[in-house]
């Protein structure tokens, strides 16, 4: 059994979100300078250049990305043979999103209850969510995320005689109903199966994959890829204004379902794809 202080989670997460918000993972940068060097549209190629200048800036500066720093949603990937001291779990990872939004001067965007509207000043509570895995690890993946795409998110309970092509065109309309609104180029996070609430929590967890990974099943890397097609042939383009690149990527997780169901659910983020993965 292997003894973790709470207070390490706390620093931990306090570094991840100041990361997070001021660097663009590599796979998101990489995929951005491609699509660039791919478009074909004049216009939606300087947009994609202003969108890597920024990214550029953010990081040598140490600015936010983007002005909205987002609700976190952390993963915690807790080893069962971890005991963890000290304090509570949830605590420390509020306290470490609290220290680093305030020392990092990122916009506080929570409010304590969604009538009142009345802000909790330092960005918290986040939304957690714990998977126990095996070993004496504690991986942690904070993942911000602004209210533009995240309010374009939309599930659906279709009936299993929809198939694939129901869930298809469920996720190409969807982006197309979202149009400008999630900051395209956009990354599709797509979660098929369980029931209601585990749909939604797999599109969330499928955008965490970084992007340049394709699903390890090729039946579902081949959606991916379809999907990803369809959606670029909308022609929304970047920041909405046209172009070959609507979306990045998608990504897809699957669940088992039960006989009369199939559970679909579509996370959009923006090209400001922020996380950030530690391990204690």
């Given amino acids: 059994m292997r003894i973790v202080e709470t207070e390490l989670i706390k620093k931990a997460v306090k570094e991840a979100v100041k990361t997070a918000n001021t660097r663009l993972p590599v796979d998101v940068l990489t ?97 957690v969510h714990l998977e126990m895995i095996a070993g004496d690890k504690v991986i942690i993946t904070v993942f911000p995320k602004g209210a533009g795409s995240e309010n374009m998110g939309r599930t659906i309970m279709l009936k299993p005689a929809d198939g694939w092509e129901g869930a298809r065109r469920f996720v190409v309309d969807t982006v197309r109903i979202a149009n400008a609104n999630p900051c395209p180029p956009i990354i599709v996070g797509v979660g098929v199966g369980g029931n209601l609430e585990k749909a939604c929590l797999l599109a969330k967890k499928a955008l965490l994959r970084p992007i340049d990974q394709p699903h390890p099943d090729r039946r579902i890397a081949a959606r991916e890829a379809q999907l990803l097609q369809d959606i670029n042939k909308l022609g929304i383009g970047p920041q909405g204004m046209g172009g070959d690149t609507t979306a990045l990527a998608v990504t897809m997780e699957v669940y088992p379902t039960h006989i009369a169901s199939l559970p679909v659910a579509v996370s959009l983020n923006c090209h400001s794809a922020r996380r950030a993965v530690v391990t204690v």
């Fill in 31 to 127: 995929s951005l300078e491609k699509a660039r060097d791919n478009e074909t549209v004049p216009h939606a190629r300087q947009v994609l250049d202003i969108l890597l200048q920024n990214a550029h800036q953010a990081q040598t500066e140490n600015m936010p990305l983007c002005q909205d720093t987002g609700l976190v949603t952390v993963h915690v990937q807790l080893g069962q043979e971890v005991a963890l001291t000290g304090g509570s779990l949830y605590e420390a990872i509020n306290q470490g999103i609290g220290e680093g939004y305030t020392e990092g001067y990122f916009r506080a965007s929570m409010v304590k209850d969604p009538f009142e509207r009345v802000n909790t000043g330092d960005n918290t509570p986040a939304v």
